[in-house]
T-cell receptor, first 114, second 113 residues
Framework: GQQLNQSPQSMFIQEGEDVSMNCTSS?????WLWYKQDPGEGPVLLIA?????ELTSNGRLTAQFGITRKDSFLNISASIPSDVGIYFC??????????????FGPGTRLSVLP | NAGVTQTPKFQVLKTGQSMTLQCAQD?????MYWYRQDPGMGLRLIYY???????DKGEVPNGYNVSRLNKREFSLRLESAAPSQTSVYFC????????????FGPGTRLTVT
């Protein structure tokens, strides 16, 4: 099946630091979504991106839809302890009337040290 | 407004046993989904229901069946559980209009021994 790669797989940072992670694919996507999953919970949508080059912010989070349409980036500024969790990207390919064609990445696990 | 609820939270089955995972949403969403989450892999779609009365296979449907009982409820059934079905199962729903945002339930952690 379609593969999405996320980098890094995991990261440990100090509270207050900025965080950068990315999601890449060998295929073109029409939509990119970024989700966060807390331990024992389901993923929660953070940001949705709908066109190449789009840059969207949600508080301290900023995500970009790559120009090539094969990648997306998520940045978190001034990290805080509640940023801990797993961040997933998801890409939508082709015709998709019912949300059934999303491919999810394996996730980046973020740990924040006080 | 509870969003998406799933039962049970945890389940242990022996190989060959059957069980049904329950999912309900109170957001009047049209579309519902079942995913499985395995270590080191992204969520993979098992089945989805675009609207009440319809169901379709996703990426990994083998060994599962689903029922869209009504607009609120979408159940996932394992007829004869296998160790390969050990996973965390998530149900999700979506309005089906414009936005691609899916709302996820808290998950069911299933172990098959």
């Amino acid at each position: 099946g379609q593969q999405l790669n996320q980098s890094p797989q995991s990261m440990f940072i100090q509270e207050g630091e900025d965080v950068s992670m990315n999601c890449t694919s060998s295929s073109i996507f029409n939509t990119w979504l970024w989700y966060k999953q807390d331990p024992g919970e389901g993923p929660v949508l953070l940001i949705a991106l709908y066109k190449a080059g789009e840059l969207t912010s949600n508080g301290r989070l900023t995500a970009q839809f790559g120009i090539t349409r094969k990648d997306s980036f998520l940045n978190i500024s001034a990290s805080i302890p509640s940023d801990v969790g797993i961040y997933f990207c998801a890409g939508r390919k082709g015709r998709d009337n019912y949300g059934q064609n999303f491919v999810f990445g394996p996730g980046t696990r973020l740990s924040v040290l006080p | 407004n509870a969003g998406v609820t799933q039962t049970p939270k945890f389940q242990v089955l022996k190989t060959g046993q059957s069980m049904t995972l329950q999912c309900a949403q109170d957001m009047n969403h049209n579309s519902m989904y079942w995913y499985r989450q395995d270590p080191g892999m992204g969520l993979r779609l098992i089945y989805y229901s675009a609207s009440e009365g319809t169901t379709d296979k996703g990426e990994v449907p083998n060994g599962y069946n689903v029922s869209r009982l009504n607009k609120r409820e979408f159940s996932l059934r394992l007829e004869s559980a296998a160790p390969s079905q050990t996973s965390v199962y998530f149900c999700a729903s979506r309005t089906g209009i414009v936005s691609y945002e899916q709302y996820f339930g808290p998950g069911t952690r299933l172990t098959v021994t």
